[in-house]
């Protein structure tokens, strides 16, 4: 019987804000894990390993079909590929010198997923980058995809996935209770937005060394960042995994919730810690968000595309011209990664990390990553919000933040920062 899956209305609502006018400049909202390393890298045993990933997980060959209430998933009748990309020497620590970043994945004729292979030329640094359109996968599902190429690489048993639960009805397992409407009411971390270029950057830093309550100390980064341009209450959302409410599911879903935190800089990672408790016993974590007001997601399953991105583009510009937004930042926290894992046909993986996806409407998105031995810290800012070395200066303060807390004043020149090899 072939596969069919009827799209969540989140799911759907990430689809409509694809921008793929030119490829040079497409932005989707696209999840991109990178693997970076060195070696001599088996090229057929990567792609074959990719291939019988794919044929594993049913998710990684998701293809949308039909149109507004009556979209579905369908199998696409292929597997996701690896692409090999020569001749460019990326450093990895930026979107500089990468135009691969930006390649679309249309979920309306391909699979949403593909992997490529970056083989630099002068300096034998190397990357693998898994990239999933949000619609089909979330950060986590990423992983489950990547972990899963690496078992084949290695000739284990595969894992497979056995449920394709839909975002909104997990969330629905667990509570009822909507999401309360929030209003664009607080500013940017990096003052007012500034010209018309509606487009992003990201910056890498990795932290050696091992480091406490990161997250917490990089939202109250966040904060101070915030109240050097203005008193504005300060709101942060994080995206929590649902999959912890059915530890039998395994899936590369797009199963995501959020947290709304209330952060000054007066917060504590103490009392940051307690926060997080209270809203996830209350389940708040669960509660589906409230789209312009819409009482019910349902309703976007049944507005067209070209609308829902109409819509989003005004809700843009109107961001730019008030500067006000419904959230200061983003943070999503993928936690502790075993690099060593990610090791194989002989690619030497020295360092994992997640590019933040593209939102027009989204003042930061920070995500952070550690590993025994660093913590990587990748931060995408508007142009609007990021001239003038804005960006730059973010970054050092909230690698600040989460180096040293928020007890003491060091300067920001001191930090251990790993220099791009």
Not at 29 to 45: R, S, T
Not at 292 to 321: C, E, H, M, S, Y
Request: with cysteine; charged share 20%; hydrophobic share 40%.
């Amino acid at each position: 019987m072939a596969f069919k899956r009827k799209l969540s209305p989140i799911e759907r609502f990430y689809i409509s804000c694809d921008d793929f006018n030119a490829e040079e400049t497409a932005t989707c909202v696209v999840n991109q894990m990178v693997l970076e390393g060195q070696g001599d890298i088996d090229i057929p045993a990567w792609q074959k390993a990719v291939t019988q990933a794919s044929e594993a997980l049913q998710g990684t060959r998701f293809r949308l079909s039909g149109k507004l209430g009556f979209s579905h998933w369908t199998d696409a009748g292929k597997t996701t590929q690896l692409d090999v990309i020569r001749g460019l020497n990326w450093d990895g620590m930026s979107d500089n010198a990468a135009p691969f970043l930006n390649r679309p994945l249309d979920v309306k004729t391909s699979t949403g997923c593909e992997v490529l292979l970056v083989l630099g030329e002068d300096s034998g640094k190397h990357h693998i980058i898994f990239r999933t359109h949000h619609a089909v996968m979330d950060g986590r599902g990423t992983k489950i995809f990547s972990d899963e190429v690496l078992r084949a690489l290695r000739q284990q048993s595969l894992h497979g996935d056995n449920s394709y639960v839909r975002d909104v009805d997990l969330a629905k397992s667990v509570t009822t209770v909507p999401g309360g409407k929030v209003n664009d009411t607080v500013t940017a971390p990096t003052g007012i937005p500034l010209g018309q270029d509606f487009g992003s950057s990201w910056l890498r830093r990795t932290l050696p060394g091992s480091y406490k309550q990161v997250l917490a100390n990089a939202g109250i980064s966040i904060a101070k960042l915030t109240n050097l341009y203005s008193d504005s209450a300060v709101r942060i959302q994080l995206p929590v995994d649902l999959r912890m409410h059915d530890t039998d599911i395994v899936s590369t879903g797009n199963l995501t919730g959020g947290l709304l935190m209330q952060v000054s800089a007066e917060t504590t990672t103490a009392s940051w810690a307690q926060q997080i408790k209270l809203k996830i016993a209350e389940n708040e974590h669960a509660r589906m968000p409230q789209f312009a007001g819409i009482p019910t997601l349902n309703v976007l399953n049944w507005v067209p595309l070209a609308w829902l991105k109409k819509f989003n583009d005004k809700l843009a510009l109107k961001r730019q011209q008030t500067g006000q937004y419904r959230t200061s930042g983003i943070i999503s926290n993928l936690g502790f990664l075993k690099v060593d894992e990610y090791s194989a046909a002989g690619f030497n993986c020295t360092s994992v990390f997640f590019i933040p996806p593209y939102f027009n409407t989204t003042a930061l998105f920070l995500v952070l990553a550690g590993n025994k031995d660093s913590v990587e810290v990748i931060l995408r800012i508007p142009h609007q919000l990021s001239s003038n070395g804005r960006a730059e200066h973010a970054l050092s303060q909230i690698c600040h933040g989460i180096c040293f807390g928020h007890e003491q004043n060091i300067n920001s020149d001191e930090l251990p920062l790993k220099q791009a090899s």
